[in-house]
């Protein structure tokens, strides 16, 4: 227990290291590190379970700081409790360029942070995907070895972006009851008062969703403790309402918007110090604040060394698999796994959707790896998600392997960041890829972060048909290649829907979006490889070595582009197909490849049902686009391609007329 004193000169050491470290920055946010000291300080020094000694500790409590502008707050925590990579360097260098303390906390950059946060609402819609995480792993490893809490700090921002609802109401519905949620209830946002945008009863909200609520004064430690006490005891998820004061100490700032988002000013900060009685100058924490913090730091190594001791305990091919997971590498036996289905499907050349080509993956990806976890936005049956290992997981049984995220896709694809970034599995989910625009944050944080997270994105053009342009994409191939570290796949067939599969699961350090198609389609890799071909990123797919006419394609148009090559060589015209399944991966071939691959053909053609943009790397600014540049239509998917001129002999009369 510590006294209400010692208490004060802790939390106290979070509030001059954030408005100092702000203040020299000339940039920040000081007033929520200020607020939420308390709340901060008895979760770290009574609660969390962990060891900066060992910052990833598979059984590790997760701390997700979701108000991400309050960052000073993770990095004050980080630097007190002993993380090597939070140096009071670092924190005198807060925001500026090369720094591990960066505005907002960025996964990656030092220990400690959990995940990228800084978006609104993003932290809670992770820590939900933790929490799913650890749910999953405790009925399956047990809880000798998987067992923790998942505290989160939200703000009002937090919770007034629409995510959050999406987030709360799956851990709701799951019973996430491992989940914690502090809100800090400080009645400010940047514009100033909460009651000039929002009248929200935030604990009719949570309780709506299945939530266990709790009110305190986020200003006393022991009502924080107690409420903590509570919350773990619950059968639900809880969300503590800590009322704080923004900028706590400031004597003429503290309670305004003025705290929020700049500095305090040299003058407030020096009555801040003599308000809170502290005498410390910029960045000394007084030696037995500093031990205390240290001390809390090391309160969990007992309990760590325990848990190692059990891991080491446990029967011999669980322990395997539990620490191959966490490491994240596959099953040595998945190459042979894709190999023999690769060779199957050369014999039988199947012709179906991609969609279908992919549950068929997935069939043979999901009996080799028992980490894969996947799920839909309430699409499993036209997104073939869910294959015959994967039983649904519902609020009182977690033995199964997929999610029903419902239609939630940006909680849905958030929670699928958590997951990954809990470690020990692989998710995956499905929607339709116009909806990509939903899961598009969260999908962008998981390329910043580097992490592996697989959506599957089905009806992925005009070829879906008779839904029409509400759903039908036309940006969004586009739209998704424009994001750095994101692997964008379009397969063609059976066997390419295969290859990027195995890529994706291969990518450890970047999220993946697989484009598949309603529309059944021909087989066009006729002959077993034993390389991975899409792994290039585009590659002959029909050669000819004085090709008078390439023609690029992807998905579903390398069908149109196979067909109208037969048609032009009828014709005598020599003419190359490559098929382009990943932009991104033929972007890192050796400059030798690429210039091989784009030859140098008089006649460049590229065909997609989608817009021009990224492709004149292939074609040049004078090719010749074959797709869309308008919305699409409702109708049939056949009468749409004429439509809209994407089509074997459209493709044959262009180049005829480039070639004269």
């Given at each position: 227990?510590?006294?209400?004193?010692?208490h004060?000169?802790?939390?106290?050491?979070?509030?001059?290291?954030?408005?100092?470290?702000?203040?020299k920055?000339?940039?920040?946010?000081?007033?929520?590190?200020?607020g939420?000291a308390?709340?901060?300080?008895?979760?770290?020094?009574?609660?969390?379970?962990?060891d900066?000694?060992?910052p990833?500790?598979?059984?590790?409590?997760?701390f997700?700081?979701?108000?991400?502008?309050?960052?000073?707050?993770?990095?004050?925590?980080?630097?007190?409790?002993?993380?090597?990579?939070?140096t009071?360097?670092?924190?005198?260098?807060?925001?500026?360029?090369?720094?591990?303390?960066?505005?907002?906390?960025?996964?990656?950059?030092?220990?400690?942070i959990?995940?990228t946060?800084g978006?609104?609402?993003?932290?809670?819609?992770?820590?939900?995907?933790?929490?799913?995480?650890?749910?999953?792993?405790?009925?399956?490893?047990?809880?000798?070895?998987?067992?923790?809490?998942?505290y989160?700090?939200a703000?009002?921002?937090?919770?007034?972006?629409?995510?959050?609802?999406?987030?709360?109401?799956?851990?709701?519905?799951?019973?996430?009851?491992?989940?914690?949620?502090f809100?800090?209830?400080?009645?400010?946002?940047?514009?100033?008062?909460?009651?000039?945008?929002?009248?929200?009863?935030?604990?009719?909200?949570?309780?709506?969703?299945?939530?266990?609520?709790?009110?305190?004064?986020?200003h006393?430690?022991?009502?924080?403790?107690?409420?903590?006490?509570?919350?773990?005891k619950?059968?639900?998820?809880?969300?503590?309402a800590?009322k704080?004061?923004?900028?706590?100490?400031?004597?003429?700032?503290?309670?305004?918007?003025?705290?929020?988002?700049?500095?305090?000013?040299?003058?407030?900060?020096?009555?801040?110090?003599?308000?809170?009685?502290?005498?410390?100058?910029?960045f000394?924490?007084?030696?037995?604040?500093l031990?205390?913090?240290?001390?809390?730091?090391l309160?969990?190594?007992?309990?760590?060394?325990?848990?190692?001791a059990?891991?080491?305990?446990?029967e011999?091919?669980?322990k395997a698999?539990?620490?191959?997971r966490?490491?994240?590498?596959?099953?040595?036996?998945?190459?042979?796994?894709?190999?023999?289905?690769?060779?199957?499907?050369?014999?039988?050349k199947?012709?179906?959707a991609?969609?279908?080509?992919?549950?068929?993956?997935?069939?043979?990806?999901?009996?080799?790896?028992?980490?894969?976890?996947?799920?839909?936005?309430?699409?499993?049956?036209s997104?073939?998600?869910?294959?015959?290992?994967?039983?649904?997981?519902?609020?009182?049984?977690?033995?199964?392997?997929?999610?029903?995220?419902?239609?939630?896709?940006?909680?849905?694809?958030?929670a699928?960041?958590?997951?990954?970034?809990?470690?020990?599995?692989?998710?995956?989910?499905?929607g339709?890829?116009?909806?990509?625009?939903?899961?598009?944050?969260s999908?962008?944080?998981?390329?910043?972060?580097?992490?592996?997270?697989i959506?599957?994105?089905?009806?992925?053009?005009?070829?879906?048909?008779?839904d029409?342009?509400?759903?039908?994409?036309?940006?969004?191939?586009?739209?998704?290649?424009?994001?750095?570290?994101?692997?964008?796949?379009?397969?063609?067939?059976?066997?390419?829907?295969?290859?990027?599969?195995?890529?994706?699961l291969?990518?450890?350090?970047?999220?993946?979006?697989?484009?598949?198609t309603?529309q059944?389609?021909?087989?066009?890799?006729?002959?077993?490889?034993?390389?991975?071909?899409s792994?290039?990123?585009?590659?002959?797919?029909?050669?000819?070595?004085?090709?008078?006419?390439?023609?690029?394609a992807?998905?579903?148009e390398?069908?149109?582009?196979?067909?109208?090559?037969?048609?032009?060589?009828?014709?005598?015209?020599?003419?190359?197909?490559?098929?382009?399944?990943?932009?991104?991966?033929?972007?890192?071939?050796?400059?030798?490849?690429?210039?091989?691959v784009?030859?140098?053909?008089?006649?460049?053609?590229?065909?997609?049902a989608?817009?021009?943009?990224?492709w004149?790397?292939f074609?040049?600014?004078?090719?010749?686009?074959?797709?869309?540049?308008?919305?699409?239509?409702?109708?049939?998917?056949?009468?749409?391609y004429?439509?809209?001129?994407i089509?074997?002999?459209?493709?044959?009369?262009?180049?005829?007329?480039?070639?004269?």
């Amino acid at each position: 227990m510590i006294s209400r004193e010692k208490h004060d000169r802790m939390a106290n050491a979070i509030r001059f290291l954030s408005m100092d470290a702000v203040e020299k920055a000339n940039s920040g946010h000081p007033g929520l590190p200020m607020g939420a000291a308390d709340i901060a300080t008895v979760l770290f020094t009574r609660f969390l379970s962990f060891d900066p000694k060992t910052p990833s500790w598979p059984n590790r409590d997760r701390f997700v700081l979701s108000a991400g502008h309050g960052s000073m707050l993770l990095y004050s925590l980080l630097y007190l409790t002993g993380y090597e990579d939070i140096t009071i360097d670092e924190i005198k260098n807060f925001r500026q360029l090369g720094a591990k303390t960066a505005g907002h906390p960025e996964y990656g950059h030092a220990a400690g942070i959990e995940t990228t946060t800084g978006p609104l609402g993003q932290g809670i819609a992770n820590a939900v995907g933790m929490a799913l995480a650890e749910r999953k792993l405790r009925d399956e490893f047990g809880a000798d070895l998987m067992e923790h809490f998942t505290y989160v700090i939200a703000g009002d921002g937090c919770l007034m972006e629409g995510i959050s609802q999406e987030a709360i109401a799956l851990a709701g519905h799951l019973k996430l009851n491992k989940l914690i949620v502090f809100w800090d209830d400080n009645n400010i946002s940047i514009d100033g008062p909460i009651s000039i945008a929002d009248s929200t009863d935030q604990h009719a909200r949570f309780r709506a969703s299945q939530w266990h609520t709790i009110a305190v004064d986020g200003h006393d430690p022991d009502a924080i403790a107690a409420a903590i006490e509570e919350a773990q005891k619950s059968d639900k998820p809880t969300m503590i309402a800590c009322k704080t004061t923004i900028g706590f100490g400031a004597p003429n700032k503290a309670g305004t918007h003025k705290v929020h988002g700049s500095p305090l000013g040299a003058e407030e900060i020096a009555a801040t110090r003599k308000a809170l009685n502290w005498e410390s100058e910029a960045f000394v924490v007084p030696s037995d604040v500093l031990d205390a913090w240290r001390l809390a730091g090391l309160r969990s190594a007992k309990t760590h060394k325990e848990w190692e001791a059990r891991l080491e305990k446990t029967e011999a091919e669980k322990k395997a698999q539990f620490v191959r997971r966490f490491a994240g590498d596959l099953e040595s036996s998945l190459d042979s796994a894709i190999a023999t289905y690769k060779k199957k499907l050369a014999e039988t050349k199947p012709n179906p959707a991609t969609r279908k080509a992919s549950e068929d993956a997935l069939e043979v990806i999901n009996g080799v790896l028992l980490e894969t976890l996947g799920g839909s936005a309430d699409l499993t049956g036209s997104n073939n998600t869910k294959t015959s290992q994967t039983k649904s997981i519902t609020p009182t049984d977690f033995s199964g392997r997929y999610v029903h995220y419902g239609v939630r896709e940006h909680g849905m694809a958030a929670a699928m960041n958590g997951i990954a970034l809990h470690g020990g599995l692989i998710p995956y989910s499905g929607g339709f890829l116009i909806f990509s625009d939903y899961c598009r944050p969260s999908i962008r944080l998981a390329a910043l972060m580097g992490i592996r997270v697989i959506h599957v994105l089905t009806h992925d053009s005009i070829g879906l048909g008779e839904d029409g342009p509400t759903h039908q994409p036309v940006e969004h191939m586009a739209a998704l290649r424009a994001i750095p570290n994101l692997l964008v796949f379009r397969p063609a067939d059976a066997t390419e829907t295969a290859e990027v599969w195995q890529l994706a699961l291969e990518s450890h350090n970047r999220p993946s979006a697989i484009a598949l198609t309603r529309q059944n389609l021909m087989p066009v890799r006729l002959e077993y490889e034993e390389e991975n071909l899409s792994a290039r990123g585009a590659y002959d797919l029909v050669s000819a070595s004085d090709a008078k006419v390439t023609i690029f394609a992807s998905g579903s148009e390398i069908e149109i582009a196979v067909k109208a090559q037969q048609a032009l060589s009828a014709k005598g015209i020599s003419t190359r197909v490559v098929s382009v399944p990943c932009v991104e991966l033929f972007a890192e071939q050796p400059e030798a490849y690429q210039k091989a691959v784009i030859g140098n053909s008089p006649v460049k053609i590229a065909v997609e049902a989608g817009i021009r943009q990224g492709w004149d790397h292939f074609i040049g600014s004078d090719g010749i686009f074959v797709g869309m540049s308008s919305f699409g239509a409702s109708g049939p998917y056949k009468e749409l391609y004429k439509h809209f001129g994407i089509t074997p002999e459209a493709v044959v009369a262009a180049a005829e007329a480039k070639l004269g």
